[in-house]
DNA sequence: AAGTGGTCTAGACCACGGA
DNA sequence: CCGTGGTCTAGACCACTTC
């Protein structure tokens, strides 16, 4: 990336304004809440007109890169889209709201040469090893979920089951490995227990149950987690609002 | 509304601009896809820079009240949001999409006097009246989703039940009642079949269903319907995409 | 008072779309 | 070709924050 504009090219002085800071945001060279150049020093910097440089910046501060405060200067933006979408499958933040004192047990931790219903999911190479455990999710001591994940072992290295009963699993990608995560899918149906599975959860065979399949994505579109979970019917419910 | 720009104002000249154009499409003066004034026009026509109007064309744009098309000019945008959740909401499109031939069957219209949880979820006053009736949705005649629906009386005094037959709901809320969709929440929970809902649904008692309980907001932030579900869960499945 | 971002002007040239 | 929106300049004054 050069740090100069470049008079002859045919994007725009404002779009390479941009991609210059997006890149440095992007290489920790600017850290959240840092503060950037002002807009005087950017035209000074860049040789470019006060016009240009805003632009730049709004289009930024639309895009949630940054944000700016009058008479303070102009900032990095925290990434709160990633710590929303985080929140939306925290397990734990939802038990905390409702006043329940969350638990997660690691039942099973192994890395395998996974299926290719893995393989075709996770979009990995046949070869390719994944880490597969199993996690019981408690509320108050009680069973409320039960979830299988599998993460590839390439992108990841060296996690080990004690990790994951000190760490929460999305701490640990984002803070040991500089994951940031962008997108998120999920599905959801309605399923009967089975008996092993009815077992574990403390409730009857045969009860309703939710089906949770999730493929979370980083910012290069690569899968990072599949997880399938099972959650008791009668515990668990799930909750969207479609705002404008 | 003024339709000029007061310079003694303490509001900006773009954001007097942006309000004087947002109550035209409000007003249904500017209709979908209307063009609006040029770039030049504005600064004609309210004596101001072009500078001014570009900053109030763009933030609207931004807002997606209009689009631009360079070298032809700048159109009201269509309502996508609103299409878009009524999309995600839409068992006809649904359907289609994966090629099976839906319908709906009303099979119970009433109005009634609601009981005091229908009048606590649409904020009503006791007294009021409201719609109520069940829709039994179907796939290539099968049956897929038993819907009970309540909607206040006094916001689309006059719906009949031959209205519902040959209409759409939501196209004859938007279309007859003008109505502007905002907002929608929707819970979801695993549950089992009773023995009246299996009969009509055609599957087994006990067998595993979504519950789906859904409300609708209009624009003034009333609820206009409350929508309680239940879908087979042989059949059904949800499905949540979260991107930036 | 000095420095920041916020608003605004008057003007220029370019790229795209349509007649 | 002309009219549209897209980009850019050089400069001005204002409102807010900090000293």
Redesign the pocket.
């Known amino acids: 990336m050069n740090r100069i504009i470049d008079r002859n090219s045919p994007l ?4 390479q304004l941009k991609q210059i800071i997006i890149a440095m945001i992007e290489n920790r060279e600017l850290k959240e809440n840092d503060r ?1 150049l ?3 020093e950017f035209c000074e910097q860049y040789d ?5 440089v ?2 730049a910046l709004q289009e930024l501060e639309n895009e949630d890169y940054i944000y ?7 900032f990095v933006s925290p990434k709160k889209f990633q710590q929303d979408l985080l929140k939306f499958y925290s397990f734990t933040d939802e038990m905390k709201k409702i006043g329940k004192v969350p638990v997660s047990r690691v039942l099973n931790f192994k890395i395998i040469e996974p299926n290719s219903k893995i393989i075709e999911l996770l979009r990995i190479q046949p070869g390719q090893q994944v880490y597969e455990f199993t996690r019981l999710r408690l509320a108050d001591q009680e069973p409320m979920i039960l979830e299988t994940t599998y993460i590839p072992y390439d992108l990841f290295p060296g996690i080990s089951k004690s990790d994951l009963e000190i760490t929460p699993l999305y701490d640990l990608l984002i803070n040991k490995y500089n994951t940031i995560f962008c997108k998120a899918e999920e599905m959801f149906r309605s399923t009967l227990l089975k008996e092993e599975e009815a077992e574990i959860l403390g409730y009857i065979k045969g009860g309703p149950a939710m089906l949770l399949e999730r493929l979370t994505y980083n910012n290069n579109q690569q899968i990072i987690e599949y997880t399938k979970s099972i959650a008791r019917g009668d515990k668990f419910k799930y909750h969207v609002v479609l705002q404008k």
Chains 1, 2 share one sequence.
Not at 12 to 15: A, G, P, T, W
Not at 48 to 52: D, F, Y
Not at 68 to 74: A, E, F, P, S
Request: aromatic fraction near 14%.
């Open positions: 725009s002085y404002y779009y950037l002002t807009e005087k470019i007109s006060r016009a240009t805003r632009q700016k405060i009058q008479g303070k200067g102009t």
